[in-house]
């Protein structure tokens, strides 16, 4: 295993789906810590033709979820954790995170807000079983019930963080985890009229070429629209 901070480049490979908002996250990491020198394989997992339930996938991660990262001979299955190892493996790469403790807690806050209240209750494990006992307009409208809740919280806290991101005008974790769930906000039809800070924020985040560069209609696994 390569030490944080040496020369070396690991190997990387990403098992991903293009529209997972989860794995977009780690792509969009990986290429603000530097794509030229974090170069990764691309492994796509088709959730909708239930290739996460495999026995070869389900080896790799027993919740039977994207994304997986395999790096440093190391096997890391949520996205969270990924993007947190990335940033204390490679601190010298675009770091996405500040230095002061007080300022990573409030920006580890706005991560879960988004990664543990909002995107959990309208994923792929969800909706399905609204849309299957309720229709598909209940799907819907349970989608945009739970992202207008977080994000409601959400632009209180930005209304008093925001710079041009989340957190002034350094990209850090926060706008990783925003950027994909703006858009499951737009897919889902959201009114993002009364959240004018995410609007904001989200209108520099998608200028940025990274999160162009990572977004699902950019990926080898993305149908031909």
Request: aromatic share 8%.
């Amino acid at each position: 295993m390569t030490q944080a901070g040496t020369a070396e480049v690991p190997k990387v490979t990403l098992y991903s789906y293009f529209r997972s908002s989860c794995a977009w996250r780690v792509r969009l990491g990986l290429l603000l810590k530097g794509m030229s020198r974090i170069p990764y394989e691309y492994k796509a997992i088709n959730i909708l033709k239930g290739e996460q339930f495999t026995d070869e996938f389900t080896k790799l991660n027993p919740l039977q979820l994207v994304p997986v990262l395999e790096i440093d001979d190391v096997k890391l299955v949520d996205s969270i954790a990924i993007l947190q190892y990335l940033e204390e493996r490679f601190p010298d790469k675009r770091p996405l995170l500040p230095k002061d403790l007080v300022q990573r807690a409030h920006i580890h806050q706005v991560v879960f807000l988004i990664a543990s209240n909002i995107q959990p209750l309208q994923n792929t494990q969800i909706l399905p079983v609204i849309e299957a006992k309720l229709g598909k307009e209940e799907r819907l409208k349970w989608a945009q019930y739970s992202i207008a809740k977080g994000f409601s919280a959400l632009e209180r806290i930005l209304e008093k963080t925001a710079g041009k991101y989340c957190f002034g005008d350094m990209v850090t974790l926060a706008d990783v985890v925003l950027s994909p769930q703006l858009a499951n906000a737009i897919r889902f039809q959201l009114d993002m009229a009364p959240y004018p800070t995410i609007r904001q924020v989200g209108q520099a985040l998608n200028e940025l070429p990274e999160v162009k560069a990572s977004a699902p209609a950019n990926q080898p696994d993305a149908p031909n629209l």
